[in-house]
């Protein structure tokens, strides 16, 4: 039995979160590959955070996403749906920043198509956590879980510790690589995050709407619409300005 699929007997020898942290910390940088690194964030996030059975890492490059680590197959088709739709949680993780959570794929409706290739795969509810380092996101921490148990508190604060450290390991790679395409797609991630901000704050305005609310119905637009969500932003960022 894979690690990833492993019942309550087997999972009560995964590590205790501070052994993990403490391996994490270990990392040295430029010791080995920066995908080497994610790959073992991501195996021991799905060790160690209750009710994940595979994790991933997204990372957005020239605004082109890409799984550049995985701890089990599923996850990684799971991604690579998302990415040939142009829009899921994600992706759209990784690029707002937010921490998108679907606790049950049977019923969501922001996702339709992505959550029914979960739920066909016995995927239940997902968690994608932005992977921020300063000023910008620029990838993001997927938790796919096919147990009963929706991912709780706990969950996601474990969660959002493995995506920190993922985090500070892609902003450690980019100052050890320091190339002008680096610079470039981080350019990049902030100008689409600004306009998903703004286009936020014209919903919050018109709608008298919570942000939360607002970030969904941008979600719902895009899944409708079959369009990236920073597109669907930027489209509605336009015709405020053009309606002033």
Same mark, same amino acid.
């Given at each position: ?7 309550? /007997?087997?999972? @009560?020898?995964?590590?205790? &979160?501070?052994?993990?942290?403490? @391996? ?8 080995? &590959? =920066? ?38 197959? %599923?996850?990684?088709? =799971? ?42 795969? !016995? ?6 956590? !932005?992977?921020?380092? &300063? ?5 993001? =921490? ?16 474990? /969660? ?23 610079? @470039? ?15 936020? #704050? ?26 990236? %969500? ?5 489209? =509605? ?5 053009? #309606?002033?």
């Amino acid at each position: 039995m894979s690690e990833t699929s492993a019942g309550p /007997a087997e999972r @009560e020898l995964y590590r205790d &979160p501070y052994e993990s942290f403490a @391996e994490l910390s270990k990392i040295m940088l430029g010791a080995q &590959p =920066l995908t080497a690194t994610l790959e073992r964030i991501a195996t021991l996030a799905a060790r160690v955070v209750p009710g994940a059975d595979e994790v991933s890492v997204t990372l957005i490059e020239q605004d082109h996403p890409r799984t550049v680590a995985f701890s089990g197959a %599923l996850a990684s088709v =799971l991604d690579e749906r998302q990415y040939e739709c142009g829009f899921g949680p994600c992706m759209d993780a990784a690029v707002t920043g937010n921490t998108i959570a679907i606790d049950d794929t049977a019923t969501d409706d922001l996702y339709p198509d992505f959550s029914r290739l979960a739920a066909q795969n !016995g995927v239940r509810h997902t968690l994608s956590m !932005g992977m921020p380092i &300063p000023q910008r996101t620029v990838g993001a =921490l997927n938790i796919y879980g096919t147990g009963a148990p929706v991912f709780d508190e706990d969950a996601r604060r474990l /969660a959002g510790t493995f995506a920190a450290y993922a985090a500070v390991s892609l902003a450690n790679a980019a100052l050890y690589t320091s190339t002008a395409e680096l610079a @470039e797609q981080m350019q990049q991630a902030m100008a689409s995050r600004a306009v998903i901000e703004q286009a936020k #704050g014209i919903l919050l305005r018109d709608n008298r709407c919570s942000p939360e609310e607002a970030f969904a119905m941008l979600v719902k637009a895009s899944s409708v619409s079959n369009r990236k %969500l920073r597109d669907i932003a930027q489209s =509605l960022v336009d015709g405020a300005w053009h #309606g002033r």
